[in-house]
């Protein structure tokens, strides 16, 4: 691995956490060179949703390059970019009565954000957004700026403005949409009437942090009454990841703007988008572009996964099955070990375990990871263990997952008990 460490930038993160060399992964599982295989809780940190190397998938993509189709377009039109956005609107959008038009940016996320943001401040002619405490929206300075994370926002190396944080749902015990109402309605608040407010319905890297329906409505409707518009970033919460496709869904709310990446593109390529609605699309043509903004491989594997896995309510009802079979293991140890968990979090197959302190957190990852199964830690002080794997993941693999989980929580506890003693 000299290689890595001589050349590499210091700024790469996971492989810290996990010093091995990949060679292959197939459905939810990671293989190194010399054959050590390892459960993936992980999942390109929802950018897999549908597994390593999908077979559907891949036998679609292997066809399409065979037939030399298109690989990069920018935004011309194409067989692949028309196949993906009649899946789209005929499959998601309109049996949810979305009426979206689709903007493709560059192939990350935090692309998505930024035209949404920029988006919102040049239809509305006003500056300012709102966003929420333990958000996260990216790091390119638009998006950094509505992110939350001391450790992201202090690489800028500038001041991060534009922005007005607001407690999101439960935090500190306040009531941040009564605050935000008191404020708009009150000439003197010193809060200027921002042109939208971004938020995760269930907040990632945040801790797991889920808003409920109430506060969701709530939310939409003052951003009515006060002609803001409403971004939802399901960047990563979103295309299945809660048990809906967006996880909007549940509340019935209509945001003014989705940003989708990671497993948008089915497959683990890059690819993002943002829905707005059309009266939205003030956009000059070349107004905002980029260069990889028609990944034609992507647009090919993302119409296979939509075909594939939303044309009915089986898939829905797959991740919900896995999702109480994770749930059912993690409330017993919740119960069993107070002294070290404090709640569950999350919602679908985007769940964690709060723990008491990150070190414990760690500790846990880590004997997970010397066991055979890859899971990361989210939250403030990375306290939450995050299970993040496949959405195709089998009710086998799920309990074979859990299984090293309550392995390596009872070692590491045993392990805390005999240092203490």
Request: net charge negative; with cysteine; glycine share 10%.
């Amino acid at each position: 691995m000299n290689i890595f460490k001589d050349q590499e930038s210091n700024v790469q993160c996971y492989a810290r956490n996990f010093p091995v060399v990949f060679q292959k992964a197939k459905g939810s599982w990671l293989y190194t060179a010399d054959g050590e295989a390892y459960l993936d809780f992980l999942a390109g940190a929802g950018a897999l949703n549908y597994g390593h190397n999908n077979s559907v998938l891949k036998k679609a993509l292997m066809d399409y390059i065979d037939a030399d189709g298109l690989t990069h377009g920018l935004d011309m039109y194409s067989e692949a970019k028309g196949e993906f956005l009649t899946q789209l609107e005929q499959t998601i959008l309109k049996p949810r009565g979305l009426d979206y038009k689709v903007q493709f940016t560059g192939p990350t996320g935090t692309n998505a954000v930024e035209a949404a943001l920029k988006l919102a401040r040049k239809v509305t002619g006003r500056h300012s957004i709102v966003a929420f405490t333990n958000g996260f929206h990216g790091v390119s300075y638009g998006a950094l700026a509505a992110t939350g994370n001391q450790h992201h926002r202090g690489g800028a190396g500038m001041p991060l403005q534009g922005v007005t944080r607001l407690p999101y749902d439960g935090y500190a015990g306040v009531d941040g949409l009564a605050l935000f109402e008191t404020m708009l309605n009150d000439n003197s608040s010193g809060m200027d009437k921002p042109a939208a407010v971004i938020l995760e319905v269930v907040q990632g890297e945040g801790g797991l942090n889920v808003a409920s329906t109430p506060w969701l409505q709530k939310l939409d409707t003052l951003c009515k009454q006060h002609d803001i518009l409403l971004i939802v970033d399901d960047i990563q919460a979103g295309c299945g990841r809660t048990g809906h496709f967006f996880s909007f869904e549940p509340a019935g709310i209509q945001p003014d703007m989705v940003t989708l990446s990671k497993s948008i593109g089915g497959y683990g390529l890059p690819m993002a988008i943002v829905l707005l609605k059309p009266e939205l699309d003030q956009w000059l043509p070349g107004e905002h572009n980029g260069t990889f903004r028609g990944n034609n491989h992507a647009f090919v594997t993302a119409a296979k996964a939509i075909e594939t896995y939303w044309q009915d309510n089986q898939f829905q009802q797959h991740i919900q099955a896995r999702a109480e079979q994770l749930t059912a293991a993690l409330d017993p140890l919740l119960a069993r070990y107070p002294a070290h968990f404090d709640q569950i979090k999350g919602r679908g197959l985007m769940q964690g375990i709060a723990c008491h302190d990150g070190q414990f957190a760690h500790l846990v990852a880590r004997a997970c990871f010397d066991a055979g199964m890859i899971i990361e830690t989210a939250g403030p002080d990375d306290e939450v263990l995050k299970f993040f794997c496949p959405l195709t993941i089998t009710e086998e693999e799920m309990a074979q997952g859990i299984a090293i989980f309550t392995d390596a929580v009872e070692k590491t506890i045993s392990s805390r008990l005999k240092k203490a003693s």
